[in-house]
């Protein structure tokens, strides 16, 4: 069994090869999963999640992860998220390797993310923006920019403007170039690509204010108290997301839903539907495309079996 | 995060530690667990099992593994039951070690039946019979004879016999000496310990044939269609659980109690009871006591903690 970390993780796992794999992966039939979220019986409201994927004669994955949000308020901070990915040979219940489970995630989410802009975005877009300035933040922009090359300009948002500047710097010392903004809907008016990665409870992004033709990514607001666009933004675009599975408990899906803004059925496709060309994607270029990335644990699962063929080579 | 081969967890765990440390772990209140069993998506039968325990403070442990009966079939063999038991620290979710899935399950199952023998065994016992040959029958031994140092003879029955004396030269090589027994009524008779580990689906141990103050450790019959024992051991016996979560799988209890030879109610004790003395165990020396080796993922968790402990020091 190997072990691989985190620094290797991110090194075999860059966002084009990652984002099709996933694509490819997509072309298949979802594959079986099965999940733990468990409460800290200690009450804190930390969380431990085990997500287990078998694919054929693919491979067995687990994820095991920590959410224990206290870790960044820690001294020194930890990462909030963190635990391992493990697979196994589907026909022998070898264990294969066991990998780095926050830098797992971290590729996984965004190479999902990249996924949907491969899909949904317009191929000529310039201008990203990133709403949230946190650990996913980097990975978002990385990702963005490997499925749309044409990305020329990367904007940040977040609520508080030290992170942006600390993140423009972090990404300043790896050659990427980043501009902090303050004004979020001006940023907002201007992008071409808007990737959300924050934990708000209230909308940042305003539909009013979308540009034509913009894809916005939506990566926060898992739980259905969480909020990241306004209900505009949901009917002035075309709905898609990764996976329906777990969608109910998006808050930017099921508040405008529960309120009858929309219904379930204003989702177009997923990310299986979009491999599969069963649904088109984007279809003209003033449309508004939006995605929810609901993530899960066939995504876990796929980037896992990217990895072992990475290793495999 | 460290990795602990299977040669470490065998050496850091040795039988009179583990049993002791499960004792310890059975006077606290038991952790909290869940499970998921997958069965492979490709219908092979073929089984994954993800057990996730939390013990407030003390440690998350997830044990991750296949049991793929076929592998014993395979050319060379390998281990039917395989993968790897992750602990993580309880405030942060910190991955801290991955051990060896085979290794810590051989090590918990046998423990758990040493701890059996601990609190129900009598403590002149000399003649411990295991039933059954495989790869849990050196551990049971091991561990019988760290609950019971009295024990002076060991004899070992298995439906091939060439099996039974496979095990013999092992053991010998390791200065274990076992007698190999083809008539297994007459070893049935003359033992103070008996202890099943078999994929048997009928009765092996006849009850009439117990000797008064026997012990009787039934670790196979996990399923409902599974026996070890036949009806008079159930009714001739005390009967004792290690657990009542899960119990109701075993054919050796659900078997009799749907024939209505016993009720549900005819189990006195499980080992939380037993550690923490609500219970007082055996009685007396002529008692016939029975123990239903269950499992569960809480032995799991208590022998990654007894693991860590020893890493720790």
Redo the contacts between chains.
């Keep these: ?1 190997q ?1 691989v970390t985190a620094e290797e993780v991110h090194r075999l796992l860059d966002y084009p090869y990652l984002i099709d794999a996933l694509r490819r992966a997509h072309l298949g039939p979802p ?2 999963g ?3 979220v ?1 409460d ?3 009450g804190t409201g ?1 969380q ?1 999640v ?1 997500l ?1 994927g ?4 693919g491979a ?1 994955a ?1 994820k ?5 949000p206290g ?1 960044l308020q ?1 001294d020194p901070p ?1 990462a909030s ?4 990915v ?1 697979v ?1 040979d ?6 294969k390797l ?1 990998a780095d ?1 926050e830098a797992m995630t971290f590729r996984k989410t965004a190479a999902d993310s990249g996924l949907g802009a491969l899909f949904l975005a317009r191929e000529d877009a310039e201008i990203l923006l990133v709403v949230g300035a946190g650990g996913l933040a980097p990975h978002v922009i990385a990702a963005h920019c490997a499925a749309r090359p044409s990305i020329s300009r990367v904007l940040v948002w977040n609520r508080t403007p030290a992170r942006a500047r600390a993140l423009q710097a972090t990404l300043a010392g790896r050659g990427v170039s980043v501009e902090v903004v303050s004004d979020l809907d001006a940023a907002v008016a201007c992008a071409d690509v808007i990737s959300c990665v924050t934990m708000s409870r209230a909308p940042l992004v305003k539909g009013a204010l979308l540009k034509p033709g913009v894809h916005l990514d939506l990566v926060g607001a898992y739980r259905p108290e969480m909020r990241e666009c306004d209900d505009t933004c949901m009917t002035r675009g075309t709905l898609f997301v990764d996976t329906r599975g777990g969608m109910e408990s998006a808050g930017d899906l099921c508040q405008p839903i529960a309120a009858g803004v929309i219904g379930w059925d204003a989702i177009q496709a997923d990310h299986f539907e979009l491999a599969q060309g069963t649904h088109p994607g984007r279809t003209r270029d003033t449309e508004i495309t939006v995605c929810k990335n609901v993530g899960g644990g066939h995504l876990d699962l796929f980037s896992a079996e990217a990895l072992m063929a990475r290793l495999d080579t």
Tied chains: 1, 2.
């Design positions: 069994m072990l594959p079986f099965a999940n733990i468990a800290d019986p200690a930390n431990f085990s287990l078998w694919n054929g004669h067995i687990a095991l992860v920590g959410v224990f870790n820690l930890q998220v963190q635990g391992l493990a196994f589907p026909d022998t219940g070898t264990p066991v489970g």
